[in-house]
């Protein structure tokens, strides 16, 4: 994620990443008490293009507010920051990962009077790689959205991830999907799941997930090709009727599923509405036009 000479944002400078450290005692280490963001920039004909900038940060602000974490910066002044990291760094394509949390040191159970905040940049592949994934549901339910908030993007909440993930991963798999409280599928440890039934789109609705911003611009390019989307509630065994399935997210950008569980999906994935809006996406964020013509391979 670093070497020596990589630079980044720490409370107001710039400096060498390897001296941005934090105390065994803060207050966000003991607690997992901080909330983060991920974002993507692109090398675009226009030059570096940080992809839905203010989106990214309104969600760190609404993150923020909703554990109760001071963000002393604006939208337009963490867009500057991360455009200036991303230049001391010269990257064009690079993931950004802002995280405020509480470098304090505190043992208490209140919220921090101030945060602290990082902007580190690194260059990151599609962090599920690119072959079709092989999920498989969780035993582990994403957290009950009544006791945490869980559209937040909270470090906390990545404990489930992080446990889902190697427990899939154990058991021979690529990746999980988690279920919500109720048995309804959410979403995987770190990216939306949506999948296609008779030309159509099916993803679970707000409530119990993260409001993915990939999840959004997958509906509106959805949408701008005439493909309806259900953002509806569905259980795991609904997609013995599915024709194929994909995950979203800015790290994963848009992947195709090969498999959950003994359900295969067996359209090659180029051919799937996953594979047409992986191709718009892409287009989308790197500044091309986005071909309406390749509708044609809608199945
Ligand atoms: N769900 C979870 C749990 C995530 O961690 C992420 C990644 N931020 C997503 C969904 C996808 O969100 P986005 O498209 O905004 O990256």
Avoid at 80 to 97: K, P
Avoid at 123 to 141: A, C, F, H, N, V
Avoid at 182 to 207: C, D, I, S
Wanted: hydrophobic share 40%; charged share 20%; net charge negative.
């Amino acid at each position: 994620y670093f070497t020596s000479d990589t630079v980044a944002f720490l409370d107001g400078e710039f400096v060498p990443a390897e001296q941005a450290t934090c105390g065994v005692y803060a207050q966000s280490l003991h607690y997992g008490y901080a909330v983060f963001e991920g974002i993507r920039a692109y090398q675009t004909p226009a030059g570096t293009r940080i992809f839905k900038a203010e989106e990214h940060y309104e969600r760190l602000h609404y993150s923020c507010k909703a554990v109760g974490l001071p963000l002393a910066y604006s939208v337009d002044e963490l867009t500057r920051i991360s455009y200036e990291v991303l230049e001391r760094n010269n990257l064009t394509d690079a993931y950004i990962r802002p995280l405020v949390y509480a470098a304090t040191p505190n043992m208490s159970l209140k919220a921090a009077a101030s945060g602290n905040l990082l902007i580190a940049v690194w260059e990151w592949g599609k962090y599920l790689g690119d072959q079709l994934l092989r999920l498989t549901i969780s035993p582990y339910e994403r957290p009950n959205p009544k006791a945490v908030p869980i559209e937040a993007k909270v470090s906390g909440h990545y404990v489930n991830s992080i446990i889902a993930s190697t427990e899939a991963k154990g058991r021979g798999y690529d990746e999980a999907l988690l279920l919500d409280m109720h048995g309804y599928v959410a979403e995987g440890p770190g990216a939306n799941f949506f999948f296609e039934r008779n030309g159509e789109l099916y993803t679970a609705p707000q409530g119990s997930i993260l409001r993915g911003i990939t999840r959004n611009t997958i509906i509106d390019l959805a949408r701008e090709a005439c493909i309806t989307v259900h953002e509806q509630f569905f259980r795991p065994e609904e997609l013995r009727t599915a024709s194929a399935a994909f995950m979203t997210g800015t790290a994963a950008e848009v992947i195709g599923v090969a498999s959950v569980d003994d359900v295969t999906f067996s359209t090659p994935f180029q051919q799937t509405i996953g594979g047409l809006l992986a191709r718009h996406y892409q287009a989308l964020v790197t500044g091309q036009p986005v071909r309406t013509e390749s509708l044609e391979v809608r199945t």
